[in-house]
């Protein structure tokens, strides 16, 4: 059914920039699907709780950001390949994470279906 793959993260110095990527299947981005699909980016840090980072709605491109990602990350949305994108820039130690993507249908609201993360490590 839904299957949600993270990839793209790695080591990068402080003040560097990522590109994490999630493919989705089981269902699509470009608005037409039952449920008003979206996906959002998550992270944790070990000891630390998890962090919603960004989302976008499938239906009407809308997205949001965490207060802490504001600015430095965008998300971003490819229909044709129903791929999610977040690209990082001026990373800090403290972005130092695994990020998961996820997707919730709008009209139930909870996250429902998860990646299995990608990790992202920052030095200084």
């Known amino acids: 059914d839904v299957q949600l793959q993270a990839c793209g993260g790695g080591l990068v110095q402080a003040g560097g920039s990522l590109r994490l990527s999630c493919a989705a299947s089981?269902?699509?981005?470009?608005?037409?699907?039952?449920?008003?699909?979206?996906v959002g980016w998550f992270r944790q840090a070990p000891g630390k709780e998890r962090e919603g980072v960004s989302c976008?709605?499938?239906?009407?491109?809308?997205?949001d950001y965490g207060d802490s990602v504001r600015g430095r990350f965008t998300i971003s949305k490819d229909n044709a390949t129903n791929t999610v994108h977040l690209q990082m820039h001026n990373l800090k130690p403290e972005d130092m994470a695994l990020y998961y993507c996820?997707?919730?249908?709008?009209?139930?609201?909870?996250?429902?279906?998860w990646g299995q993360g990608t990790q992202v490590t920052v030095s200084s």
């Open positions: 996820a997707r919730v249908l709008l009209g139930v609201g909870r996250y429902n279906y």
């Open positions: 089981g269902f699509t981005f470009d608005g037409q699907g039952m449920g008003w699909p979206a």
């Open positions: 976008i709605h499938a239906h009407d491109g809308v997205t």
